[in-house]
């Protein structure tokens, strides 16, 4: 009798390489598969940029890898930032104002 070899790991127990996301500023294809995954990519990634120390990444690199999270996700991830740290958006506010101009509509949604 054998075993399955190798179960696929849920994503939440998989270690996220945010270092390397942010140092190439691309996802992998199909990385974000479902709005769970997003949402949970997005809280350990609010985590993530609240823990490293200052110098770790730019807002330019954060803005390119959030540039590629949908519409809605970017809004959570500035939610879950004010919501987890509120005095650290003071820190994100060109970023934060970057992005909000342009999901205007989706402020209250």
Request: proline residues 7%; hydrophobic residues 40%.
């Amino acid at each position: 009798m054998s075993s399955p070899q190798s179960q696929a790991i849920p994503f939440a127990a998989q270690a996220i390489p945010f270092d390397e996301f942010l140092a190439k500023g691309k996802l992998p294809d199909g990385y974000l598969n479902s709005e769970y995954v997003s949402q949970q990519f997005v809280e350990r990634l609010v985590h993530y940029i609240l823990s490293v120390p200052s110098g770790s990444y730019t807002m330019a690199q954060l803005s390119q890898l959030l540039e590629q999270l949908d519409p809605r996700t970017q809004v959570f991830f500035f939610k879950r930032l004010k919501e987890t740290s509120p005095d650290c958006l003071k820190d994100f506010a060109p970023l934060y104002y970057g992005f909000m101009n342009e999901f205007h509509s989706l402020l209250f949604t």
